[in-house]
């Protein structure tokens, strides 16, 4: 699902030479058919990082740095303290490293008044069980950092409270800091999302999720069904997370549940959304959110002017079961649909599929565009209906 494939090409496009540095280039594709110049350094290494960005300025002029959603935030704000060592255009880090953390994210915005879920910080079990005690049934928990929804859940009982915590606190989730639970009010109502560039709202998408209590997307449109009065209050609420939080420069999507008093946030990503959300925007509106990013990355003045309008939404393939994906067909027929922007797979056949009730359970997605919703809707019905999947499940210990 990352998009940096489709950054590396933005920044050729510019007549740009894009390096890209990785812990693990093998694991990126597109480097090979991009023919891609790639660096090995862990990239969780501040100091690593600036020795291999010098070494570079011996040969290059660095113009630029930055890093793709696909990872998450502790990128952008490793970015940030890389742009600000050697000069160059780019986020605060400050305010990047205080967005990571969600607890402090939720404290600074609901000291502002933003409107916020009632949250509570817990670092084990009992401190879990009492936060959802003075909260009231149900709960999120999730992790104060990370991204995709990994780790997140809806707790619907005491059962379910206890059983995630154990989860999370008892070995099996992996943890890059100590562990740390946000507990916090399950906001009820529909999914938005505000998709930004600087200080200004480029375009606001709607989301589904898959069955609770796990939030797997299932599909994303922009622009999303609003009246007008609703636009302009997430538009208000939008800009003032960006004032509290410091946030004006770059990228960054804030999303939101429309509750009973309106918008409530649940988090601000000090970012670009990832896959497939700048490819629906430019579907919808004409901004390629990812090449405005390049030209403030170098410096260069964007154009966030829209060009067009009509409506764009991405399905996403999810499974239905573990097990190993014998065979994928259907996927140049419904490339073939009219309408149909993109068709894309994020797993090979024979692959291992284990659900994991995060962003990791989808295995594809694709997109359509029309004038209309109903329309977009319609094509898309068209293009999955060709589309199907076969799925041994793994052998039982019995077996």
């Not at 606001?204 to 609770?212: E, L, T």
């Not at 649909?337 to 295995?363: M, N």
């Amino acid at each position: 699902m990352g998009t940096g494939q489709r950054y590396v090409q933005a920044v050729k496009r510019s007549g740009l030479h894009p390096i890209v540095l990785s812990a693990d280039p093998a694991r990126f594709n597109y480097l090979a058919t991009e023919n891609i110049e790639a660096i090995r350094v862990d990239t969780d290494d501040l100091d690593a990082l600036i020795r291999e960005c010098s070494r570079l300025r011996e040969t290059y002029d660095i113009v630029g740095i930055t890093g793709h959603p696909n990872p998450g935030e502790a990128v952008y704000a490793t970015v940030a303290k890389l742009c600000r060592h050697f000069g160059l255009p780019g986020p605060n880090p400050a305010s990047i490293d205080q967005c990571c953390d969600k607890f402090t994210q939720r404290q600074l915005l609901a000291e502002a008044g933003v409107p916020v879920p009632a949250y509570r910080m817990a670092t084990n079990g009992a401190e879990v069980e009492s936060a959802a005690a003075e909260i009231g049934l149900p709960v999120i928990l999730k992790p104060a950092a990370g991204n995709g929804s990994t780790g997140v859940r809806l707790c619907r009982d005491a059962e379910e409270l206890a059983e995630h915590t154990v989860y999370l606190l008892g070995g099996t989730y992996e943890w890059q800091t100590s562990p740390r639970i946000l507990v916090e009010e399950f906001a009820q109502g529909p999914y938005f999302i505000a998709d930004i560039m600087g200080n200004r709202v480029i375009e606001i998408g709607a989301g589904k999720f898959g069955p609770p209590p796990h939030f797997v997307y299932l599909e994303y449109t922009y622009p999303a069904p609003l009246t007008d009065d609703q636009r302009t209050r997430i538009t208000d609420v939008s800009l003032s997370c960006l004032r509290v939080l410091d946030l004006n420069w770059g990228p960054t999507n804030i999303e939101f549940r429309w509750t009973e008093r309106g918008p409530v946030v649940i988090e601000v990503n000090p970012r670009l959304a990832g896959s497939p959300d700048p490819q629906l925007i430019q579907l919808a509106c004409g901004v390629d959110l990812i090449t405005e990013h390049i030209k403030l990355v170098v410096g260069d003045e964007c154009d966030l002017r829209k060009r067009h309008s009509q409506t764009a939404t991405a399905r996403f393939l999810v499974p239905d079961r573990d097990g190993t994906l014998d065979w994928i067909d259907g996927a140049s027929q419904a490339a073939d649909v009219p309408g149909v922007a993109e068709v894309k797979w994020y797993v090979k056949q024979k692959a291992p599929l284990i659900r994991r009730g995060d962003a990791r359970d989808c295995i594809g997605h694709v997109i359509a565009a029309s004038p209309t919703p109903t329309q977009t809707s319609a094509i898309l019905q068209r293009a999955l209906a060709s589309i199907t999947w076969s799925i041994t499940p793994f052998p039982t210990i019995d077996e």
